[in-house]
C-alpha cells in the first residue's frame, strides 16, 4: 500500500515539473486579467462610493467571485489548447493547496459580514474596512506559497510579496481617516489589482524573450 502511494505522489510530482512551463503559459493571462479586475474594482469602489461594511465585503466578494471563474476559464483554455486533462491529479494538489487559507477568508468575511453591521459603527467599519484587508491580503498569500511548490518558483516569491506586505500593513496600524472606505478599496486595488498587474506583465515579457531563444 505504502509503495503504491509513493510511487503516485512520485509519478505526480513528475508530471507537475513536466508541466511547469504549461503553468507559466496560463499564469501571464491569468495574472493580467485578476489585475485588470482588481484596479477596476478599487476604482468603481471609489467612485460609487461603496462605503457601508456590508457593501464593501459583498462587492469584493462578487469580484472574487468573477476572478476565480475568469481565472478557471483562462486555465482550462490553456489545457484543452495543450491537450492536456484539466482536472488532473497535478490540478488537485495545485486546488488542495490553495483551498485551506482561500477558505478561512472566506469564512472569516462571513463572520464579520454577519457582525460588523451591529458592532458599534467606527468598530464595524474598522473591523470591515480595515483588518478584513489586511487578513486577505495575508492569508491570499498563505494560498499562493502554498501553491508555488507545484508550480513554478516565482509564485512563492509572490505569496511572500503579499505575506510581508499585509503584515507590514497590520504592523504600521491604521490611519486615522475620516473615509475608511478609501484606504480600505485602496489595499484591494494595491495588492489585488497592482501586484497581479505587475507579475502579469513580467511573466509576459520573460515568456517572450523565452521564446525567442
Known amino acids: 500500500m505504502e509503495s503504491n502511494w509513493a510511487a503516485e505522489h512520485l509519478q505526480v510530482i513528475r508530471t507537475l515539473m513536466e508541466r511547469s512551463a504549461i503553468y507559466r503559459h496560463a499564469l501571464a493571462p491569468m495574472m493580467l486579467f485578476n489585475g485588470l479586475i482588481g484596479v477596476a474594482a478599487a476604482v468603481a469602489g471609489w467612485v460609487f462610493k461603496v462605503s457601508s461594511s456590508a457593501s464593501f465585503i459583498l462587492f469584493w466578494a462578487g469580484i472574487g467571485v468573477i476572478a476565480l471563474t475568469g481565472s478557471f476559464l483562462l486555465v482550462r483554455r490553456q489545457a484543452l489548447k495543450e491537450e492536456e486533462p484539466f482536472w488532473s491529479p497535478p490540478t488537485r494538489r495545485v486546488t488542495q493547496a490553495l483551498l485551506p487559507p482561500l477558505v478561512a477568508g472566506l469564512i472569516i468575511g462571513a463572520i464579520v ?4 453591521e451591529s458592532a ?8 470591515a474596512m480595515l483588518w478584513l484587508p489586511m487578513s486577505w491580503v495575508v492569508l491570499y498569500g498563505c494560498a499562493f506559497h502554498a501553491a508555488g511548490f507545484f508550480m513554478p518558483r516565482g509564485m512563492r516569491l509572490f505569496g511572500w510579496i503579499f505575506i510581508i506586505g499585509g503584515c507590514g500593513l497590520f504592523a504600521l496600524g491604521i490611519p486615522d481617516l475620516g473615509r475608511p472606505y478609501q484606504w480600505a478599496h485602496g489595499i484591494m486595488g494595491v495588492f489585488f489589482g497592482g501586484l497581479h498587474l505587475a507579475y502579469g506583465v513580467y511573466l509576459y515579457f520573460t515568456e517572450q524573450r523565452r521564446n525567442e531563444t
Open 113 to 116: 459580514l454577519l457582525h460588523a
Open 120 to 127: 458599534p459603527q467606527n468598530l464595524g467599519n474598522t473591523i
